[in-house]
């Protein structure tokens, strides 16, 4: 990366963002694809076979967006729930569309099993821009914590609140792009006033434990499936990915609920964050999307099997 990508277009260097540049930020967010037509139509069809509800809606002054959620049809209250969520960064696609391409093609399978709750596109608003934050340059997956200053955490703390407890398994669908690198990290270093570090992207597929609540078991079975579809991230030379050590193949760990991650949310036994890289030369959008997907089943697979 040159020197140059170090500096955002953005704000005083060394000083953190005000009013004046979040709204600088803001109207250079533009609409660049449709929640409508590419997530809530496939939603509706979702309707015939499954139970959807909204659960929130949010309220900016660039864009109402009515969040949904899908639940497994005749929900027990005997059965474990299995709590799947994507888009928490709208940009993040296979979190979304694999989310949805999971409940369409083996969601049924499960029935009589278990409880599923799906919620595909926490961050709409994110979506249609192509954005990690929201619109008041707020980090969603930083963001589940009391007294939430992010609509889209809030909304989805609320559907899962009453939940709390009898959630088995929560696994949380993202990406990690080419665009963390070029566009976010720096992004977030001008907001905050604090030098860019340049990183590196990895190659590949990776997952993210819980430092407080390690399940390694649980996260090798969720890559085993993962490696049928595409490849695993590697360790840098440090044995690191994305500055965090390594501590089995394609797994890193961070304390949740001390960054108010979404995967936090829950207090389910089994959690994971997935990042898939859809840059990656070796990887298709269908490829990615199938990826998240058999992150589902496996995580699913694992946790019915080890109740």
């Known amino acids: 990366m040159s020197i140059d990508a170090a500096f955002y277009p953005i704000g005083t260097p060394g000083k953190p963002w005000g009013e004046q540049e979040r709204a600088q930020w803001l109207e250079q967010q533009q609409v660049q694809r449709s929640y409508a037509g590419e997530v809530v139509e496939k939603i509706d069809v979702l309707r015939e076979r499954f139970d959807v509800t909204q659960y929130g809606e949010l309220d900016y002054p660039s864009g109402r967006y009515p969040l949904f959620a899908i639940r497994s049809r005749n929900w027990n209250e005997a059965l474990p ?18 989310a949805l391409q999971f409940v369409d093609q083996h969601a049924e399978s499960y029935a009589g099993r278990c409880n599923l709750l799906v919620a ?15 619109a008041l340059a707020l980090d969603p997956n930083r963001s589940f914590v009391d007294n939430s200053p992010a609509q889209e955490s809030a909304a989805l703390m609320a559907l899962v609140a009453p939940l709390r407890g009898g959630v088995l398994m929560h696994i949380d ?5 080419d665009t963390d690198e070029t566009e ?11 030098p860019f570090e340049p990183g590196e992207i990895p190659d590949g597929f990776y997952l993210v434990d819980d430092t407080e609540n390690r399940q390694p078991l649980f996260q090798q079975a969720v890559n085993a499936e993962v490696a049928k579809v595409t490849h695993l991230a590697p360790a840098d030379e440090r044995g690191e990915i994305i500055g965090s050590k390594v501590v089995a ?6 304390p949740l609920k001390a960054l108010g991650l979404c995967a936090s949310v829950s207090g389910a036994r089994y959690t994971t964050t997935t990042e898939v890289y859809p840059d990656s030369a070796k990887a298709t959008p269908q490829q990615c999307n199938d990826a998240q997907v058999a992150a589902v089943i496996g995580a699913l697979d694992y946790a019915l099997a080890h109740r």
Not at 87 to 93: A, D, K, L, R, S
Not at 184 to 194: H, N
């Open 81 to 98: 729930v299995m709590l799947v969520t994507g888009g928490v960064h709208g940009y993040e696609t296979s979190g979304v569309q694999g």
């Open 120 to 134: 595909p596109c926490v961050s709409p608003w994110g979506y249609e821009r192509i954005q990690r934050w929201n």
């Open 173 to 177: 669908l993202h990406e990690t792009t």
């Open 184 to 194: 976010f990290r720096p992004a977030l270093a001008a907001r905050d006033g604090k």
């Open 249 to 254: 193949e394609g797994v890193i760990e961070y």
